[in-house]
Structure formats: structure tokens, C-alpha cells
């Protein structure tokens, strides 16, 4: 089992700036992949970015050149960087942890992008 927690979200300006943190814990040593998604009203969830455990990482087109992922594995976290934020952007952020049998979400951070 894998338990993720996210912080980081809140109100900002458009092209203001927010750091998502996820915090992983439990079975960490299984995890291949973390991820980034979002979900806004009306709409489907969607991938924003992904990193794997070797540090390959993957972003969706509409945010890529604004946002980064990283991970910091001594704290077993990533972030998730979101710069030059839209109106667009805003969503609530999951983040989401794969093993070679499971998936899990943390219970989302709400983002949004207002002036």
C-alpha cells in the first residue's frame, strides 16, 4: 500500500507562480512512476506531468516550458513546479503513484487562478 498527501495549492494570479508538494509513504520501494493530474469542473481527469524512478519525465503539451516535476527521493516527495499560471490551470491537482500492480491518488489540492 501507498499513501500520497498533497499541499501546495491555493488562489493566484494569473502568471503567479505555486509549488505542489506529494508526499509518499508506505511500500515506496515499489513505486515506478508519480504523477501529476487535475481535474477541472465539467471535465475529465487529466495528465499534467509524470516522472519515473529512474527521472524520465512527461508533460502534457498545455503546460509544458510553465510547469516541472522533480522528486526528491530522500523525502520521498515530488513537486510539481506551476509557473506563468492561466486561468486554464485551474483544477484540483492529483497526484498519483504506479507500481507494477496498483495505482494510487492522494485526495487532491484544490489550484486556483483567478485575478
Known amino acids: 500500500q501507498v499513501q500520497l498527501v498533497e499541499s501546495g495549492g491555493g488562489l493566484v494570479q494569473p502568471g503567479g507562480s505555486l509549488r505542489l508538494s506529494c508526499a509518499a509513504s508506505?511500500?515506496?520501494?515499489?513505486?515506478?512512476?508519480m504523477g501529476w493530474y487535475r481535474q477541472a469542473p465539467g471535465k475529465q481527469r487529466e495528465l499534467v506531468a509524470t516522472?519515473?524512478?529512474?527521472?524520465?519525465?512527461n508533460y502534457a503539451d498545455s503546460v509544458k516550458g510553465r510547469f516541472t516535476i522533480s522528486r526528491d527521493n530522500t523525502k520521498n516527495t515530488v513537486y510539481l513546479q506551476m509557473n506563468s499560471l492561466k486561468p486554464e490551470d485551474t483544477a484540483v491537482y492529483y497526484c498519483?503513484?504506479?507500481?507494477?500492480?496498483?495505482?494510487?491518488w492522494g485526495q487532491g489540492t484544490q489550484v486556483t487562478v483567478s485575478s
Open positions: 508506505g511500500t515506496i520501494f515499489s513505486i515506478n512512476v
Open positions: 498519483d503513484a504506479r507500481t507494477s500492480g496498483a495505482g494510487y
Open positions: 516522472i519515473t524512478s529512474g527521472g524520465t519525465t
